[in-house]
T-cell receptor, first 116, second 111 residues
Framework: AQSVAQPEDQVNVAEGNPLTVKCTYSVSGNPYLFWYVQYPNRGLQFLLKYITGDNLVKGSYGFEAEFNKSQTSFHLKKPSALVSDSALYFCAVRDYGSSNTGKLIFGQGTTLQVKP | DAGITQSPRYKITETGRQVTLMCHQTWSHSYMFWYRQDLGHGLRLIYYSAAADITDKGEVPDGYVVSRSKTENFPLTLESATRSQTSVYFC??????????FGPGTRLTVL
């Protein structure tokens, strides 16, 4: 079955430090992976995606993510955190396996708190 | 304007009433999705559609009905609303190999 796990409910980092938000996934076919950000009382904004190609993908606002097939992970990273990065982050996966349903499933979300 | 819209943005209803949430997209995306967002549960997929007249259940479909007679519209109906359906509902659309583009959400309260 298709699933996404974000093992940390909250991640706390100091401004200027690197940040990592973890995501692992499970699919039967080929994964298409995504990260989204949600600010309070707002909808979801797309950050970046992995479809094929380089395992390190770059996205909006200086974020990047590393795809690791052997560990079935897609961790979100940023070299230097900003207070304005504080938000709720979601990892998502689409499964293009034999059923090719295109279903888009989200993790439970991780709250990122960046302190000055 | 191009984009994805949801209506109403806010809705208060009573237990047992039927409620329909509307979703409209102007990109001609083949896929459309309905999610609910609850504290502690993240985003859970209710129903999705790969094309007009093709719909399928997601993770939490019970108590909901969808239809998709036109590519651009994907209404979600709560046939008999319950308090447990109080939530924020998000609609999204996407092409085949992309992530979803999300609407602004509908905040539904069932009294």
């Amino acid at each position: 079955a298709q699933s996404v796990a974000q093992p940390e409910d909250q991640v706390n980092v100091a401004e200027g430090n690197p940040l990592t938000v973890k995501c692992t996934y499970s699919v039967s076919g080929n994964p298409y992976l995504f990260w989204y950000v949600q600010y309070p009382n707002r909808g979801l904004q797309f950050l970046l995606k992995y479809i094929t190609g380089d395992n390190l993908v770059k996205g909006s606002y200086g974020f990047e993510a590393e795809f690791n097939k052997s560990q079935t992970s897609f961790h979100l990273k940023k070299p230097s955190a900003l207070v304005s990065d504080s938000a709720l982050y979601f990892c998502a996966v689409r499964d293009y396996g034999s059923s090719n349903t295109g279903k888009l499933i989200f993790g439970q979300g991780t709250t990122l708190q960046v302190k000055p | 304007d191009a984009g994805i819209t949801q209506s109403p943005r806010y809705k208060i209803t009573e237990t047992g009433r039927q409620v329909t949430l509307m979703c409209h997209q102007t990109w001609s995306h083949s896929y459309m999705f309905w999610y609910r967002q609850d504290l502690g549960h993240g985003l859970r997929l209710i129903y999705y559609s790969a094309a007009a007249d093709i719909t399928d259940k997601g993770e939490v479909p019970d108590g909901y009905v969808v239809s998709r007679s036109k590519t651009e519209n994907f209404p979600l109906t709560l046939e008999s609303a319950t308090r447990s359906q109080t939530s924020v509902y998000f609609c999204a659309s996407s092409g085949q190999k992309r992530g979803g583009l999300f609407g602004p959400g509908t905040r539904l309260t069932v009294l």
